[in-house]
């Protein structure tokens, strides 16, 4: 399956993670990049994208999302795990690679995330 990171130059400067699950590209931002062994980084989950949307690369130019987006890395993922409060997924891509892990706020609210590298 693909995955894709996407840099993201809104209002608010950002990385998009999109993991290719159940015919669309999961979506999370990440406000504070991607995290490295023993770092932990929150990850916001916002709508699905079309499959296709993991090679956009240009600029949008109104509304939500407004700014320019490039591709900072992809290749393909292997899920590991999957649950309603956890998804654990390997990456090798061009940049990233290693296992991480995304586990859902108790208190945060559906949308809150958290993403962990567990090892290279």
Same mark, same amino acid.
């Given at each position: 399956?693909?995955?894709?990171l996407q840099e993201h130059f809104a209002k608010?400067?950002?990385?998009?993670?999109? &993991?290719?699950?159940? +015919?669309?590209?999961?979506?999370?931002?990440?406000?504070? +990049?991607?995290?490295?062994?023993? %770092?932990?980084?929150?990850?916001?989950?916002?709508?699905?994208?079309?499959?296709?949307?993991?090679?956009?690369?240009?600029? @949008?130019?109104?509304?939500?999302?407004? +700014?320019?987006?490039?591709?900072?890395?992809?290749?393909?993922? %292997? &899920?590991?795990?999957?649950? %309603?409060?956890?998804?654990?997924?390997?990456?090798?891509?061009?940049?990233?690679?290693?296992?991480?892990?995304?586990?859902?706020?108790?208190?945060?609210?559906?949308?809150?995330? &958290?993403? @962990?590298?567990?090892?290279?």
């Amino acid at each position: 399956m693909k995955f894709c990171l996407q840099e993201h130059f809104a209002k608010r400067y950002h990385f998009d993670l999109r &993991l290719e699950m159940d +015919g669309v590209a999961k979506s999370w931002a990440i406000p504070k +990049g991607f995290p490295e062994i023993g %770092e932990k980084r929150l990850a916001i989950q916002v709508e699905d994208h079309n499959i296709e949307y993991m090679d956009f690369e240009g600029e @949008i130019e109104e509304g939500y999302g407004k +700014g320019i987006v490039k591709i900072w890395d992809k290749g393909e993922y %292997e &899920l590991l795990k999957r649950t %309603e409060k956890e998804i654990k997924f390997r990456v090798n891509g061009k940049k990233l690679k290693g296992t991480y892990a995304l586990f859902r706020f108790e208190k945060g609210g559906e949308n809150s995330w &958290l993403l @962990i590298k567990t090892k290279d």
